[in-house]
């Protein structure tokens, strides 16, 4: 990413083929289109459609500890993260802990996580089909008082990959 933080962030995006596109540009339109059998249009809104911040980050532990209370099927993208993350020694909603702390991702890549994130109802609804399972917020509001994953910023641009190192700075 070039120029995080601001509006003017240049972002690509490289499917597994290695095809690469500007993430505002026309051809990732009609690709995506290709690649779903229907039509799109790409909203570009500087913050997100649905987030107070760049960059939402949510653990693997803490969907798969909100899946098994909810009596719900484990599914990372009902919460939208940009990053997705590996505690592989920690637990569940340890990454609610990082407000305030600054992560490395991969070679280069820093973030600041900025704040909890408080859910909504958006995470009721299936990304795919749009059906919705109210227990998914009610188990986060009533047992986790609303709170699954955190909001962050780019300090450090740079790429990021599946399988990167993740951690905390000292």
């Given amino acids: 990413m070039e120029g995080a933080g601001t509006p003017e962030v240049a972002v690509t995006v490289t499917a597994p083929d290695g095809e690469k596109w500007r993430v505002e540009s026309d051809e990732l339109r ?5 690649r ?22 949510i653990s693997r532990q803490t969907i798969a500890q909100i899946a098994e ?10 919460f939208r ?13 340890d990454e609610l802990n990082w407000v305030g702390r600054i992560l490395r991702v991969g070679n280069g890549a820093r973030i600041a996580i900025t704040e909890v994130d408080e859910r909504c109802m958006m995470i009721t609804l299936d990304p795919a089909t749009g059906e919705p399972s109210p227990s998914v917020l ?8 609303k709170r699954a994953g955190v909001y962050a910023a780019v300090l450090t641009p740079g790429e990021v990959c599946v399988g990167d190192i993740v951690a905390l700075e000292t």
């Fill in 30 to 34: 009609r690709a995506l289109e290709v």
């Fill in 81 to 93: 993260p940009n990053l997705l993350v590996d505690l592989e020694n920690d637990e569940a909603f």
């Fill in 69 to 78: 209370e909810s009596g719900t099927r484990e599914d990372p993208w009902r």
């Fill in 138 to 145: 009610r188990c986060v509001v009533h047992q986790h008082e």
């Fill in 36 to 57: 779903s059998g229907r039509g799109l249009f790409m909203l570009r809104d500087y913050r997100g459609s649905y987030d107070v911040a760049p960059l939402s980050l």
